[in-house]
């Protein structure tokens, strides 16, 4: 899959301005404000239906009224365009001209990995980012995981509004825990196995950037609790029990103390926890190889190449990592944000676009 592409109209500060990228790696260079991350973000909310900065979509628009859009266009797949109308309604999303029913059909249809500074903060920051992940990237090549992840939320709504009730029917209740319980196990082994992989795929190119000097490990906080032989029934059975024990506790607190809402990811060097121990070089190193372990994994489960899209990422990278980085991306359509080519290791034979930036508008293209 290869974005030829982008057209942009009155999103954000672009009022209308098309982009043509080519195959290997393409900069978008500008200085700062000018533009570079909202069209990364016009091109990811094209593929996926999200913006990956912001849920407030009133954000996106150029201006009070008129509507946005975001065009693209590839070689060798199906097209997407993104309307927004106006900012009451949905956006449209069409793909091949042909209006899709929710943002779920695109999922593993435009694979695309982004890395945004932003994603610092899922290794640095609390539970919640990590999960966000989890579920954001399984969702983007396993439809049926969003799906079951939908269905497990509005149970876990269903039951915490329940229990802040002051007196509820026993028996709804537990059928809120049976389903929950039901969800949160199909959520839990597909996140288990995604971290296997994820955790198998980082630890190569972790080794391979670090020069085999560190060893980065990450796991699901619950798999040591998850029995891989378990009947299906029998961690049902304990799940709803678990909810059972934990009633009176959750009537208090008002919320579900219990279930996949509640886990996260263990990211470790060398037996430290990073997020507690590691200096900035090494959670700024960890988050990126985590993303670049995303490349073989979708690859493998999608059996297409995902466009890799990166914002300002070789900041605070040493040069042998920024070699090493662009090494990793050989082979794949890049497209990547910086000030300058200033210190970045690659030469210019081998930079295949240049697309420079100014204060919204196209300067200048090589
Ligand atoms: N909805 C909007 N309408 C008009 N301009 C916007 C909108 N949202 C952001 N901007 C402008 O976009 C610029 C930031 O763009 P950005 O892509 O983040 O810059 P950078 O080139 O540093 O990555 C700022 O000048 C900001 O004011
Ligand atoms: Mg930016």
Redesign the pocket.
Known sequence: MKIQRAKLINY??YKSEDFEFREGINFIL??????????L?SIYLACTGRSFRTNRIK?????GTEPFFVELKFSDSDDSKFIYLNKENRPSIKVNNFEIKGRSELFGRFPMILFSPIHLLMVSEGPNKRRKFLDREISLIDKNYFINLLYYNKYLSSRNKLLREEKFDERLIEIYEEKLSEYAFKIIKKRIEFTEKLNSYSQEIHSYFTENNEKLKITYSEHQNWKNNQKYDKIIQDYVQKHRENRRRDIKTKRTNFGPHLHDLNIDIDGREIRKFASQGQLRLSAITIFFSLIPFIEEELGKKPIILL?DVFSELDKSRKTKLLEVLDGYQTII?ATDLDGVPIKIENIKNIIE?EN?TLRRQI
């Open positions: 954000r500060n500008g200085n700062n404000a000018q533009g570079k991350t909202n069209l973000e954000e996106l628009f150029n201006s914002d944000t930036i919204g």
